[in-house]
């Protein structure tokens, strides 16, 4: 265990969660939110000897990046697996990622990889939905192209209901879409544990390319006082109205309109949407996707022009989750691609679209977002992982692309307290099987959830008391302690 780590267990023995109750409010000088966040903090220290975990950012590249072009080449492997595309050194002696990737290759030391993922599900939908619940859905391997009920909550959505007694204005944002082709993938929101754990949903404006929390924007012209003046407005009707007092669905709808105006009147939020605050500098250094906007460009369904304006941006997407978790924001995905044709899923060209269009602002802007947090002192708190929802095939089509391939592909981590450099797990020589230390999504779920401070076998309830394990997998303890 390292001196720092040596030191914060020290701490948590002076200051367990026993002795965090017997202070009590006043003697530590804090709020009410502020005791049960030190609460938890406490007991995410006594669960993992690790100073306490403060946010996750989920970075997903949806439509499944290839394995074997980004951080486990086959170098040695015959040409219809290897491809085009060359190893580079990185800042860790003897790891190796693609040519394509130079910026992160600088900082691997603060990287840790998993080369050993794999699952069942070989469509988009259902890997997606397993990729971000840790669970297969319950309807199998499938495409779905009608609306269907998302049954098991997304990672933010069981964190938000653990840590409900937190009373967090933003527990879960997602951004800058609700991604799929024609549907909502059902993996995005709270699931069987409600609506009410669905995540804040960030958009994006595709004409001024300016972020906002949807319906929570102040109307033109409105100010924080005139919301105050009409919040109280509404307060007077509902207290004349006993039978609505009396109702058990007007208390709900009350719980909700009592959130609606607590982030309308959020300036934290407003701010951190503001991209405007940053300098031109620090926006360059994430990045634009520079690549030409046509109409049609952004594949199947909705306005291409539009699609096209909302991918320029993916490299801010990652800027405004950083300034997220500044705000206090612990949970947020970014979605990276919202539909099918230009986004991972390179059946077709698999090279050139990998080095002229989706390489180039990944390895930009996730270098970036590692390095900032870093510079900001956010790394150590903030763990981000980044992920599709399966690998590609270790032989080249037809084509010249890769296909669906869940049975093996890469995962990296960064930050949290990872051990930088480390890699769990490994393909065998073809990138087409685990070859040592299998990992699942419900291990990753672990993960998250033990590294919050959170046991893998703590239980959620869904709206019919029914109670399930947080998560089914194993933690990946050895990337951390």
Partial sequence: MSQSRHNYSNAVDE???????????????????????????????????????????????????????????????????????????????????????????????????????????????????????????????????????????????????????????????????????????????????????DPLQINVNPENRVYSAGALALPTGQSGKSLQDRRRLLTSLQEQSIAAAQSLSMGRWQLSTDKAFQLLGSESLREALDLSRESPQTRERYGFDKAPVAVGSGGGGGNGAEMGFARQMRGQNLLVARRLVEAGIPFVNVFDFRQQGQNWDAH???????????????????????????????????????????????????????????????????GGGVHGGAIFGASDRTGAYPDKDPVTPADLAATIFWRFGIDPSSEIHDLTGRPWRVADGQPLRSLFV
């Fill in 348 to 414: 077709h060209q698999n090279f050139s679209q990998h080095k002229n269009h989706l390489l180039p602002v990944a390895d930009q802007s996730l270098s970036a977002l590692i390095e900032d947090l870093d510079a900001r002192g956010l790394l150590d708190t903030t763990l981000v992982v980044a992920m599709g929802e399966f690998g590609r095939t270790p032989t080249i089509n037809q084509n010249g692309g890769r296909d669906h391939w869940p049975d093996c592909y890469s995962v990296l981590l960064a």
């Fill in 15 to 197: 200051i367990s969660r026993r002795s965090v109750l017997r202070m009590g409010v006043g003697g530590l000088g804090l709020s009410l939110t502020g005791l049960l966040q030190a609460r938890a903090s406490a007991r995410a220290a006594e669960i993992t000897g690790l100073p306490p975990l403060k946010a996750c950012v989920i970075v997903f590249y949806y439509g499944g990046p290839s394995h074997l072009d980004t951080y486990d080449l086959k170098p040695d492997a015959p040409a219809e697996v290897r491809g085009e595309f060359k190893p580079i050194s990185t800042s860790v002696p003897g790891l190796f990622v693609c040519e394509h990737l130079p910026k992160m290759a600088r900082c691997m030391h603060k990287v840790a990889l998993v080369r050993s993922m794999h699952h069942r599900n070989r469509l988009h939908d259902s890997a997606s939905t397993e990729a971000l619940t840790g669970r297969q859905a319950p309807t199998g391997d499938r495409e779905e192209f009608a609306p269907i009920k998302q049954v098991f909550p997304s990672y933010g959505a069981s964190l938000s209901y653990l840590r409900r007694e937190l009373q967090l204005d933003v527990p879960h944002a997602a951004l800058p879409f609700v991604f799929h082709n024609v549907i909502d993938v059902p993996c995005q929101g709270g699931g069987f544990l409600g609506s009410t754990y």
